[in-house]
């Protein structure tokens, strides 16, 4: 573009564009332009109008203020260190460039969990991702957020809500958690004891990570576990064990796992190759073979209950 017609009164204003990219054109408003649409023209004699008109507003009409234009905040729900962000987009009116505030805020009650603050131009698109983390880097606890966003030292408007979860339940298909003999601590064969949790689910039901993290294991057991995978996850001293999966996870030892992604599928490896497809789940709190397992069961179903 070389040149940026304005309406004006009586005749059109000219002029050259501060800056132009194939997306964007910058111009200053000349000195007399009225509201009206405005026409770009180019050395070759292409021509294009835009569709929306600029308004032109006397001083009484400027903004004296920030106003929040816009604002879409993504996923509605969330877990902690899924792969998608949780992204806040947003525009806002004000005078001229703006010192921005954008809070995350628990639901209930007022504390601000996180805040960013950064100099920005009104009438453009900005973004702000939250990594799910409080200030001191601990996990948020799960709950209903909101974002707000404000100029700095003013008030700020609700600019979105969302609900967090740390932890996403592992079998994405119908399930059951069977009788007495698949709770934690039931007895087994040659006096141990079910160190887990079964759920059962359809043979090859897709298993995904309740937590990312680190995997640390990935191995095929013939005698009890059949292809489990083992995984360190985030932000946290516990380890998650997925066991009698059909075949071996797509991630292996040391591999970065995100909380949801597909980790394998329910199965019948091991032990389990004389019962119904099942997922036998361990945690272990201090770390896999480290300490003791715990009973899983609780937090399974509490993880199912907003999967
Ligand atoms: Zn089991």
Redesign the pocket.
């Given at each position: 573009m070389s040149e940026v017609r304005f309406e004006g009164d009586p005749d059109p204003i000219f002029t050259a564009p501060v800056r132009t990219s194939p997306k964007r054109l910058v111009v200053r408003v000349p000195a007399g332009a009225i509201t009206g649409r405005l026409r770009l023209l180019t050395p070759g004699g292409a021509k294009a109008m835009t569709r929306q008109s600029l308004r032109v507003a006397d001083a009484s009409q400027v903004l004296s203020g920030f106003r929040l234009r816009g604002s879409k905040l993504r996923p509605r729900k969330a877990f902690f260190d899924q792969p998608a962000p949780i992204r806040l987009r947003y525009r806002f009116d004000a005078p001229g460039r703006t010192r921005v505030r954008v809070q995350v805020v628990r639901a209930k009650g007022t504390r601000v969990i996180r805040a960013y603050r950064k100099s920005q131009l009104p009438f453009a698109r900005h973004s702000q991702t939250w990594n799910a983390l409080e200030r001191d880097g601990d996990v948020a606890n799960d709950g209903l957020y909101r974002f707000r966003v404000g100029a700095a030292g003013e008030s700020s408007a609700v600019a979105g809500k969302m609900k967090l979860y740390g932890f996403k339940f592992p079998v994405r298909g119908p399930h059951s958690y069977g009788g007495h003999l698949?709770e934690f601590g039931a007895p087994r064969s040659g006096g141990r004891r079910?160190?887990?949790?079964?759920v059962y689910a359809g043979c090859g039901t897709r298993l995904e990570a309740a937590r990312g993290g680190r995997v640390q294991a990935r191995a095929y057991d013939p005698v009890l576990y059949g292809h489990f995978v083992v995984i360190d996850i985030r932000k946290s001293s516990a380890d998650h064990m997925y066991?009698?999966m059909p075949s071996s996870s797509p991630f292996g030892r040391g591999d970065r796992v995100r909380t949801g992604q597909r980790i394998g599928a329910v199965g019948k490896t091991g032990n389990?190759r004389t019962t119904p497809c099942?997922l036998?789940?361990e945690i272990w709190p201090k770390g896999w073979r480290n300490g003791s397992p715990i009973d899983p069961e609780p937090a399974l179903r509490r993880w199912d209950g907003w999967s």
């Open positions: 698949q079910h160190q887990g949790q079964d066991s009698h389990a099942h036998h789940f």
